[in-house]
């Protein structure tokens, strides 16, 4: 069944990539998303069988890989209770996203393309994911990021596409640079790259120090600590985000399926995985808590002022991936793949309801130009407003009544307060993660108003011209036939805001199914009294690592923290989006320069601008013109040839055609001649 669920979206890759012309863009749809429906029912089946139920772990081998020395790497599949898990976030959010994509793209003309690209993705998370050793997970790492770049820059035709898909891709190599010298680190350590071997050696070199750069370093904290610098670029943290809020430029399943359920939280499921080895390394999950608290925090502040709606939802997505790594760089593994697994729910659903808003507004992206859409567009209102429920953690302290953001991200503050008493930096992502609770309230209620409450827009095909904001559109529309992707009447002027088809609207069902109902049905397995039972050793936490024990006796007040700042944020969204419209432009002129800060990423992009990419690109021109042109073609093979041209000019110059002229040319040669033996003959 293991191989079914691996193997299946790579067929329908194949077949909609290579005869998706041949077959039709019905059929591919049909047969692409079929497949992953398949998928996903076998994914239900093993987490219900190796996580819920009695089954084994175990990982069969397909087949020998390579050998190479010492190194034999065998291609097997790992499936283990964190495998199961997911298998269910991957392959559902994926089969959803491949039903919606039939309504949202359906008249998009390179749908094979799309739906091959959506399945080859799928492909390489689930090797990610299967994987039973290093290699394989690099195999299925460096996989997604290859189909991350081919689904961003999807619409190739707009540059603003392929500047996205560039920049992710040279973003998260920055972080697999990191994760490859991890890699052989470990390697150099245990001689293995087998999770059960090498796991199985930890233990044995904790402590040894490895000199490196004359220094001495202790061995584990340098292999961990490299090994996320692979999990910051791929999971989207402080300093390596970048790519994340650009990859928006990309179709909105793409936003769904990517940058809320999957590629992004391969740096989770890594560290999870990886946490026999992390459990020895202090030092580095110190540095895995600050970085997340980092990023929750900075992300939430910077989705306060965007006024995208796939924006606001990215950089909520940048944060709430930062409070996985605070839970996990404090211990507690299983609250950060909990959170992984509601997140996935909540966050799919947010970004596919954004895309039936879009729909719905004929392309338009700017939240500024949308309002009083909740009676227009009813079900995906209310899909949106338990979508933001969830996120924001709407729950009552203390019962098991709450939306699934509650009973995950609650758990990881009461977690990061917990742990406070041993780590001094646990305490800085206790209250970072509080506060950008109260800050993911506001923005996300703040998307709420702006969008389906207030005085509805007029003229949103003018106010999409004028901003310049399309999710949908191709730079060249006329060379597919089509105008900006239009739907009803294809024409130009007003359009009045429209449900989905009901082939959007059954996605944003079942998923707000899981918003709802994840957090209270699988608490009690993932981090409560049935974990032992649910983990069966999937995550590894060391004898001193007492976590979720500790989370039962901390104050009570540190329950209603993030409650008390969910309400706070509500009620301050409500206030000046609702109360007192003009508020936010007052905030805005009161603190100017606050408010540029913010809305300009906190000048991240400039920085990077200023100090790689244009001394890069300065470089690059300097070895281009100067090294290459002048130096290397200028004196070797450009230079010899232009000198034998010269020489060819020269010779041409003598053949005038005149024969009185050769016969000179003649006479001065046999004069020569004679001057030359008369020379001779006299020494």
């Not at 729950?395 to 503050?413: M, N, V």
């Not at 540029?596 to 690059?620: C, H, M, Q, S, T």
Request: with cysteine; net charge negative.
């Amino acid at each position: 069944m293991i191989q079914a669920i691996v193997f299946l979206p790579l067929i329908g890759f194949l077949i909609a990539g290579l005869f998706g012309r041949r077959i039709g863009a019905r059929a591919s749809e049909l047969v692409t998303t079929t497949l992953l429906f398949i998928a996903a029912g076998f994914s239900w089946i093993v987490f219900f069988d190796v996580a819920l139920g009695h089954g084994h772990a175990s990982a069969p081998v397909l087949a020998n890989w390579f050998t190479s020395g010492k190194l034999s790497v065998d291609w097997a599949l790992r499936v283990d209770s964190l495998t199961a898990v997911m298998l269910v976030v991957v392959n559902t959010v994926s089969a959803l996203v491949h039903f919606y994509s039939i309504g949202y793209m359906h008249e998009d003309p390179s749908r094979p393309r799309f739906f091959a690209y959506l399945s080859l993705f799928t492909f390489a998370m689930l090797s990610l994911v299967t994987a039973d050793n290093l290699v394989q997970m690099f195999f299925g790492w460096e996989g997604v990021g290859l189909a991350s770049y081919l689904l961003i820059g999807f619409w190739y035709q707009k540059p603003s596409a392929n500047a996205a898909a560039i920049k992710a891709f040279v973003v998260n190599r920055v972080g697999d640079f990191g994760f490859a010298l991890g890699i052989f680190l470990v390697f150099q350590l245990t001689q293995s790259l087998s999770f059960e071997q090498v796991f199985a050696a930890v233990p044995g070199i904790a402590g040894h120090k490895i000199h490196v750069f004359g220094a001495d370093f202790d061995a584990l904290t340098l292999a961990t600590f490299l090994l996320f610098i692979g999990a910051m670029g791929k999971s989207a943290q402080f300093l390596l985000h970048t790519w994340l809020p650009d990859a928006m430029e990309g179709p909105t399943p793409v936003s769904a399926l990517i940058h809320a359920a999957t590629m992004v939280t391969a740096g989770v499921f890594m560290v999870a995985r990886l946490s026999p080895i992390f459990e020895y390394a202090p030092d580095t999950l110190a540095f895995v808590t600050l970085i997340g608290a980092i990023t929750a925090f900075f992300a939430a502040t910077i989705g306060l002022v965007q006024n995208d709606i796939k924006r606001v939802i990215a950089y909520s997505t940048c944060s709430q991936l930062g409070y996985m790594f605070v839970a996990e760089g404090v211990g507690a593994y299983s609250l950060g793949v909990f959170h992984l697994f509601t997140h996935a729910f909540f966050k799919a659903l947010l970004f596919l309801g954004a895309g039936s808003v879009i729909h719905a507004m004929h392309h338009e992206q700017d939240m500024r130009n949308m309002g009083g859409l909740w009676n227009k567009i009813p079900f995906t209102f209310a899909m949106m407003t338990i979508g933001t429920l969830a996120l924001t953690g709407v729950g009552i302290p203390g019962t098991e009544l709450g939306f699934a953001g509650f009973f995950s991200k609650d758990a990881i503050i009461e977690a990061a307060f917990a742990a406070g008493e041993h780590r001094s930096v646990a305490y800085l992502a206790f209250i970072s993660t509080v506060v950008a609770a109260g800050l993911t309230s506001f923005y996300s209620w703040r998307l709420v108003f702006m969008t389906f409450f207030g005085k509805a827009k007029e003229s949103h095909a003018d106010a999409r011209a004028a901003h310049g904001h399309d999710d949908h559109t191709h730079a060249d529309a006329h060379a597919h036939g089509h105008d900006d992707h239009a739907h009803d009447d294809h024409g130009h002027g007003h359009h009045a805001p429209h449900e989905s088809p009901i082939v959007m609207l059954i996605p944003l069902a079942v998923l707000a199914v899981g918003a709802v109902a994840a957090g209270a049905v699988f608490m009690g397995d993932f981090a409560g009294h049935g974990y032992d039972e649910f983990w069966k050793g999937a995550l590894y936490t060391g004898h001193d690592n007492h976590i979720l024990h500790a989370m039962h006796e901390i104050p009570h007040w540190v329950s209603y923290a993030a409650t008390v700042m969910m309400i706070l944020g509500f009620l301050g969204a409500f206030f000046v989006y609702q109360l007192a419209p003009g508020t936010a432009q007052k905030i805005a002129h009161a603190f100017p320069r606050l408010y540029r800060f913010l809305l300009n990423k906190w000048y991240f992009d400039e920085l990077y601008d200023a100090i790689f990419v244009r001394p890069a690109f300065a470089l690059g021109r300097l070895l281009w013109k100067g090294g290459d042109g002048r130096i290397i073609d200028g004196l070797g093979p450009d230079g010899i040839a232009a000198r034998v041209v010269d020489g060819a000019r020269l010779a041409v110059k003598l053949q005038t055609g005149y024969v009185y002229h050769y016969a000179f040319a003649m006479l001065i040669g046999v004069a020569a001649v004679v001057t030359w033996f008369v020379a001779g003959g006299l020494r």
